[in-house]
């Protein structure tokens, strides 16, 4: 993103003014100060790991599926998606709704499962019916390599973010601005614990979706309250005419693009809602009708500001210009912002500045909440899958301790990683975690909840080898070298054809947990049948409710 002065002046919109940027940094300012506040004030007990971990279910299913929801947009979902949206019309609407729609298949298929199965981490969910410390410490591995491409790419955004709202470029400043937010969200992580998290996520949706509301609102207000009118403006002012409004400007029209295109739909359904960090607030709820309550809530929620992101992103376009938001960034990261500001008209008021300034503070505290979510999963990883583990019985205190100390060695090498990949693009590390979730996570939660015969090894099977499938194909796609806006434009080792990994990936890691459990054997494979059927009504129905 480049910073303010550099948005040229399209109908009348010229940056942001200097009043806009004070209030926008007072607000920063307040909200960082308030949030630590509240981790300080919900923080758990020394020796309460159920308070640490779960914030002991004790938040409604309103207030949960609020958590929920704050957790699964994160600034990629409310900055991508919505760049996505307002430089490729159609194209972008599609992604907006498979992000709407992974969450409704996390809710339907595994919601409930995975609380009544797990009481901690993932690690607990599948350690249940295959334990031992080669899983736990596998589920750890992948939970990291999942989330901290995320992570980089919320911290990175950060600085951007300040440096196009504040009018700063210099590269010194954003890259403080990235340390000294990562120290506070590590902070985040390591006092407020799943109580303290859940309550920044909860203030970040009240804020992110009726700030959002707001704009959406003014927009369709702009052109007499008649979507086709805002859709039709969006195209003229497109530049690409009607194909703004058809399927293929973000991957073409031929066979292979369609095929690209349904395999990155896929990687976002299939990946989206299995993320860790996501799958963590199931433990939280007290009951499996409290999960099911809180999904609902979560869902509905999601939906709303799926259509507040698609009515700002064409707004966007259709007020400021598809060459602007291109200008201003390559990949329309500013659309939601642009769009927000184009709203409010040329005369702002002090009510709209207020209001301009709730925009963008509703999208730092999303950076915020966001790496705290992901942290947090990562360090409840790292400590209680790894640490405790190893000891038989682990004093709560020292847990929490560990817990804590794995925030920060979690967080200081993100901080560091987020600094240096700061001005590359981020999309293919976004991309990367989406393919972890759906071509190693959601194939072993699948087979780990609901294949009787599957294996130890077939679990193995597919956390490592789905990763590795990913994690080879993906230097090879085009979101890293072979274009202008890879992430490494001047380079070209783009040798896969796609997007994403997913049409390789996804099936791989299914093929790799099948062949993983045919090569442990018939014996293994019925013993882990009869265990599993000891313990399959409490996993699908919560008939018994056991913990560790």
Known sequence: MNGA????????????????????????????????????????????????????????????????????????????????????????????????????????LLAEPLRNAGRFTMGDALARRLPGRSVRITACAVTIAALLPLMLVQLAGTGQLMAFILGFSNASLKTGCVMGLGALMIAYAAIGGMKGTALIQILKIVMLV?????????????????????????????????????????????????????????????????????????????????????????????????????????????????????????????????????????????????????VTTAIFLTLLASVAGMMLACANSLAHDVFAARVQEMPARREMTLARVSALAIGV??????????????????????????????????????????????????????????????????LVSGSPVSAFPHADFNWFPFTTTGIVSIPAGFLFGWLGTVASGRTEAEQQRRQYEAVEGWILAGAVRKRD
């Open 5 to 108: 002065a550099d948005v040229p002046a399209v109908g009348g919109f010229t940056g942001f003014s200097g009043s806009a940027q004070s209030m926008s940094l007072i607000a920063f300012s307040t909200v960082a100060t308030v949030t630590l506040l509240l981790c300080v004030m919900t923080g758990p007990d020394h020796d309460d790991l159920d308070e640490f971990y779960t914030g002991y279910g004790s938040l409604s299913p309103l207030r949960n599926g609020l958590a929920i929801a704050g957790d699964y947009i994160s600034a990629a979902t409310v900055l991508g998606t919505g760049g996505v949206i307002a430089l490729c019309g159609y194209d972008g609407v599609v992604l907006a709704l498979s992000t709407a729609l992974s969450l409704m298949l996390l809710m339907f």
């Open 210 to 358: 009726g700030s959002g509301a707001v704009v959406a609102v003014l927009i369709l207000h702009r052109f007499d309250w008649d979507p086709g009118a805002l859709f039709a403006a969006a195209s003229r002012q497109s530049g690409a005419g009607p194909a703004f409004l058809r399927s293929g400007l973000q991957f073409g029209t031929g066979p292979r693009s369609r095929l690209d295109m349904i395999a990155s739909e896929l990687t976002v359904v299939l990946g989206g809602g299995v993320l860790p960090h996501i799958t963590m607030r199931m433990y939280t709820a007290s009951s499996a009708r409290q999960v099911r309550r809180s999904m609902s809530w979560a869902v509905s929620i999601v939906a709303l500001f799926v259509l507040v992101i698609t009515v700002v992103g064409f707004g966007a376009t259709a007020l400021v210009g598809r060459s602007v938001i291109a200008g201003a960034d390559p990949q329309g990261n500013t659309a939601y912002l642009l769009g927000s500001r184009a709203a409010f008209g040329t005369d702002v008021s002090t009510a709209e500045t207020f209001l301009f300034t709730m």
């Open 413 to 478: 090498p993100t901080i560091l990683l987020a600094t240096l990949v700061q001005h590359h693009s981020l999309q293919p590390l976004v991309t990367l975690s989406f393919c972890l979730g759906a071509s190693a996570i959601a194939p072993a939660l699948v087979y780990g909840l609901f294949w009787r015969r599957y294996t130890r090894c077939g679990l193995l099977s597919t956390l490592i080898g789905g990763s590795l499938t990913v994690l080879l194909l993906m230097p090879g796609t085009n």
